[in-house]
């Protein structure tokens, strides 16, 4: 009855996407851009019942910039003010759409 009762692992809907996005922060710079990346998928993935090498992958970007969250959050909170993090990365881009 244990391993009924157990919960399995759930896929995300999103985990292509974001493991190509945590693969880029591990291996990139705490620019305003990523840490507000690194910040937005804390969130998405707190409490989420898989992605268990994502989550473990955030925790090793937070160390590796020397945060915790609440450093993190402090920041990007910072950042998203001016409210140009996002907007920076499209305003180089020319959008034919």
Same mark, same amino acid.
């Not at 391993?3 to 693969?23: F, G, L, M």
């Not at 989420?48 to 993190?72: C, M």
């Given at each position: 009855?244990?391993? &009924?009762?157990?919960? #399995?692992?759930?896929?995300? *809907? #999103?985990?292509? +996407?974001?493991?190509?996005? &945590? ?23 707190? !409490?989420? *019942? ?10 090793? &970007?937070? #160390? #590796? ?17 001016? !409210?140009? &993090?996002? +907007? ?10």
């Amino acid at each position: 009855m244990n391993s &009924v009762e157990k919960t #399995q692992d759930q896929q995300h *809907p #999103q985990y292509k +996407r974001d493991r190509a996005s &945590v693969d880029t922060l591990l291996a990139g710079e705490a620019t305003d851009y990523n840490l507000s990346e690194l910040a937005r998928l804390i969130i998405r993935y707190r !409490g989420f *019942p898989g992605a268990r090498d994502i989550q473990s992958d955030l925790k090793k &970007v937070l #160390q #590796q910039w020397n945060h915790t969250e609440e450093t993190l959050y402090e920041q990007t909170r910072k950042i998203h003010a001016t !409210g140009e &993090v996002y +907007r920076k990365q499209k305003s180089d881009q020319e959008d034919w759409a």
